[in-house]
């Protein structure tokens, strides 16, 4: 890690680095508390197990600064996540971005519209050309977030999301990433991944007062459409109309 990802990158197990703002130490306690809670265990035991051994990463966005340097600094953080991944193939890691200051009561297609732009400007400031292989349409049942030529999962989680416990970690939108080569060992083809995804899905259903995600699939695949698994409705029905990225570069 050069000395800039040092300064903004950290990990669970790690203390804060001192140029971070009070609100993202904040934050970053807030969904640290919440994912290794013991009186209401969440139910991704995969995210408490990292925040636990230390392979969840933290970085921030602060919305109060110069947007095109906080998009440079965070497509920074993303590209170092990404090649920590690679270096530990074995380990499965996971980075959160804090977005903030958060902006008190706030409606959920205000947050869904700030993690969409977020991933936009992220994909625009990619400096690495998407892979030959990968379709940019994410209608294709083989798109997926692709960023520094690795496939992604993004997920949001904010306050608006309720009784969907699940998608609410901190105070403010706070965007989870993983590399798609994790989900190798848990793929629902195989006999681990389906006891891995079974077991989600009950932690879900007892943690969660509202139905599982219509387009999260049955437990055995997913769904065509990835990008309806990012952000999706509190009651869990199924996502229609468009995949709202940008994709033009700039």
């Not at 998009?71 to 903030?100: C, M, N």
């Not at 306050?159 to 105070?171: D, F, I, M, V």
């Amino acid at each position: 890690m050069d000395e800039t990802a040092a300064a903004r990158l950290w990990t669970s197990v790690d203390q804060v680095p001192s140029r971070t703002p009070r609100w993202a130490a904040e934050e970053q306690r807030r969904v640290h508390d919440k994912l290794l809670d013991t009186e209401s265990p969440y139910p991704c035991h995969f995210g408490s197990i990292g925040e636990s051994k230390g392979s969840n990463y933290y970085t921030y966005w602060d919305q109060s600064a110069d947007f095109p340097s906080e998009a440079a600094a965070v497509a920074h953080d993303l590209e170092s996540f990404i090649g920590f991944q690679r270096a530990l193939p074995d380990t499965r890691l996971s980075l959160l971005i804090l977005v903030g200051p958060a902006q008190g009561e706030a409606e959920l297609a205000m947050y869904r519209a700030q993690f969409w732009h977020i991933l936009s400007t992220l994909h625009t400031s990619d400096r690495v050309p998407q892979p030959a292989d990968a379709p940019e349409d994410p209608e294709d049942s083989q798109w997926e977030f692709t960023f520094a030529g690795e496939p992604l999962f993004a997920f949001g989680t904010c306050p608006a999301y309720g009784p969907r416990r699940s998608r609410q970690l901190g105070k403010g939108l706070v965007i989870a990433m993983q590399c798609r080569s994790v989900f190798q060992s848990i793929s629902g083809s195989t006999a681990a991944g389906r006891a891995a995804k079974k077991r989600i899905r009950h932690s879900l259903s007892t943690y969660e007062d509202v139905p599982l995600l219509a387009d999260s699939g049955d437990g055995t695949g997913s769904t065509t459409q990835k990008w309806k698994q990012y952000f999706p409705e509190v009651d869990g029905r199924p996502l229609s109309g468009k995949c709202p990225i940008v994709w033009e570069k700039n």
